[in-house]
């Protein structure tokens, strides 16, 4: 069984441009969180998609967003780049409200901005 | 929110258990306590999870007392490939209680 995969691995962009980093989750999986790990420090919370809808958000401005298609993948936006943006960004899926709470997480994909 | 606080280093020679401790003191009922352990540049990868008392699996144990205000991770006879990151994570299936917030680890140095 495939585990959750996301794309691009890398990613390089200037300050100012926008970046989308995608993510698909596990077979079943209806829940999907995205994190950012600056390098060196822990997992900060973005944001949780169940079903298609939002959930729940962590303390990052309104240039992070995204969205949950109907196929459970996610897609997340980062507008207006700023340096401080570069991290590692993890996706992680889950059973949503059928399950413990237990997150499966993809190997994450870096962004770099210059 | 269930905030969690877990020693920031711990240091072991290779063959050593190893006890990594979580508090925990706002949990929720809904709450259950679930251990991950991560290398550099990869994503978490789940270890344990409990809700009360204890659990076993091929890889660790983990302790829970009866008022649930902290949690012990149990790994016995580390190695080298031990080494790494490993996180206390306290949150319900419905993420909204804690918004799955992790802490900021336990970085694990294992050593000959």
């Known amino acids: 069984e495939a585990g959750v995969t996301q794309s691009p691995t890398h990613l390089i962009k200037t300050r100012g441009q926008q970046a989308t980093l995608r993510c698909s989750p596990i077979?079943?999986?209806?829940?999907v969180y995205w994190y950012q790990q600056a390098l060196g420090l822990g997992l900060q919370f973005l944001l949780w998609?169940?079903?298609?809808?939002?959930?729940n958000r962590g303390n990052f401005p309104p240039r992070f967003s995204g969205r949950q298609f109907p196929n459970y993948s996610s897609e997340l936006n980062v507008n207006a780049l700023e340096l401080e943006d570069s991290a590692l960004y993890l996706c992680?899926?889950?059973?949503?409200?059928?399950?413990?709470?237990?997150?499966?997480f993809g190997e994450g994909s870096r962004l770099t901005v210059l | 929110l269930a905030k969690t606080t877990q020693p920031i280093s711990m240091d072991s020679y290779e063959g050593q258990e190893v006890n990594i401790t979580c508090s925990h003191n706002?949990?929720?009922?809904?709450?259950?306590i679930t251990w991950y352990q991560q290398f550099p540049s990869q994503g978490p990868r789940f270890i344990i999870q409990?809700?009360?008392t204890k659990v076993t699996n091929e890889v660790a144990s983990l302790f829970i007392p009866a008022d649930r205000k902290s949690s012990t991770l149990s790994l016995p006879r580390v190695s080298l490939s031990d080494t790494a990151v490993y996180y206390c994570?306290?949150?319900?299936?419905?993420?909204?209680?804690?918004?799955?917030?992790f802490g900021t680890g336990t970085r694990l140095q294992v050593t000959l």
């Open positions: 992680a899926s889950s059973l949503g409200g059928r399950g413990t709470g237990e997150l499966f």
């Open positions: 077979s079943g999986h209806t829940s």
């Open positions: 998609y169940d079903e298609g809808e939002e959930r």
């Open positions: 706002n949990i929720a009922t809904n709450d259950y």
């Open positions: 409990g809700y009360k």
């Open positions: 994570l306290v949150g319900d299936a419905t993420g909204t209680a804690s918004k799955l917030t």
